[in-house]
């Protein structure tokens, strides 16, 4: 689907949020709070922003039935608006509190049906199964001090974040939130370094390496 240019001869940029929190209210729904406000702060009005609750999306869980290996997509019909956003995406967020040192069971269906883009590469010879390259972003939050289960989810992301043509450029932990509160000014700040720097390059990161 094709996308018209803006007013500056640039295309709009597209953000996609996938959050895995069951909580609406709590630190990772300040920390995507956070992150939209700096996007329409930083970036241009026609630049949109979609968030997508793992929760309320809902996708069943990889069956591992290799219909993706010999089809492309999947058996189920229902990860297909997320494959919109994926595919759309330029700045890919994922967001998410630690479970038992990794991802809440709904966002890691999200993460394990990506394997349709795995085998859309490796087993059916598909050089990008997702053609636009996407810079990365990580918002975690934890309520204890070991931030062990961080460097855990940052690699099962690397993984994921190459068949998507992503490249996880930042992670912002808020930790230890049983006790303290994020300290949303530094995030702020943080922030509005990362979207200068993905504006500098509106053409996006490089495509990840095969």
Same mark, same amino acid.
């Given at each position: %689907?094709?996308?018209?240019?803006?007013?500056?001869? !640039?295309e @709009?940029?597209?953000?996609?949020?996938?959050?895995?929190?069951?909580?609406?209210?709590?630190?990772?729904a300040?920390?995507?709070?956070c992150?939209?406000?700096?996007?329409?702060?930083?970036?241009?009005?026609?630049? #949109?922003?979609?968030?997508?609750?793992?929760?309320?999306?809902?996708?069943?869980?990889?069956?591992?039935?290799?219909?993706c290996?010999?089809?492309?997509?999947?058996?189920?019909?229902?990860?297909? @608006?997320?494959d919109?956003?994926?595919?759309?995406?330029?700045?890919?967020?994922?967001?998410?509190?630690?479970?038992?040192l990794?991802?809440p069971?709904?966002?890691?269906?999200?993460? /394990?049906?990506?394997?349709?883009y795995?085998?859309?590469?490796?087993?059916?010879?598909?050089?990008? #199964?997702?053609?636009?390259?996407?810079?990365?972003?990580?918002?975690?939050?934890?309520g204890?001090? /070991?931030?062990?289960?961080?460097?855990m989810?940052e690699?099962?992301?690397?993984?994921?974040f190459?068949?998507?043509?992503?490249? !996880?450029?930042?992670?912002? %932990?808020?930790?230890?939130?049983? $006790?303290? @509160?994020? /300290?949303?000014?530094?995030? $702020?700040?943080?922030?509005?370094?990362?979207?200068? /720097?993905?504006?500098?390059?509106?053409?996006?990161? @490089?495509a990840?390496?095969?």
């Amino acid at each position: %689907m094709g996308t018209e240019a803006g007013p500056q001869g !640039l295309e @709009p940029k597209h953000a996609l949020v996938v959050t895995g929190s069951p909580r609406r209210r709590g630190v990772i729904a300040e920390l995507v709070d956070c992150f939209a406000a700096q996007w329409r702060a930083e970036m241009r009005p026609e630049d #949109p922003l979609r968030i997508i609750s793992a929760y309320e999306a809902a996708v069943k869980p990889c069956i591992y039935c290799g219909y993706c290996k010999h089809t492309r997509g999947c058996v189920y019909e229902d990860f297909l @608006p997320l494959d919109q956003a994926f595919q759309q995406a330029d700045f890919l967020v994922v967001a998410s509190p630690v479970f038992c040192l990794g991802f809440p069971a709904p966002l890691k269906a999200i993460l /394990d049906r990506t394997q349709q883009y795995y085998e859309a590469k490796f087993s059916l010879g598909i050089k990008n #199964p997702i053609v636009r390259p996407k810079y990365a972003l990580f918002l975690v939050a934890f309520g204890s001090p /070991d931030s062990r289960g961080v460097a855990m989810m940052e690699e099962q992301l690397r993984l994921v974040f190459h068949v998507l043509n992503a490249r !996880l450029k930042h992670t912002i %932990m808020a930790r230890h939130t049983d $006790k303290v @509160p994020p /300290d949303l000014p530094n995030v $702020k700040t943080t922030l509005q370094e990362i979207l200068r /720097d993905f504006a500098t390059c509106r053409g996006g990161p @490089p495509a990840v390496e095969t």
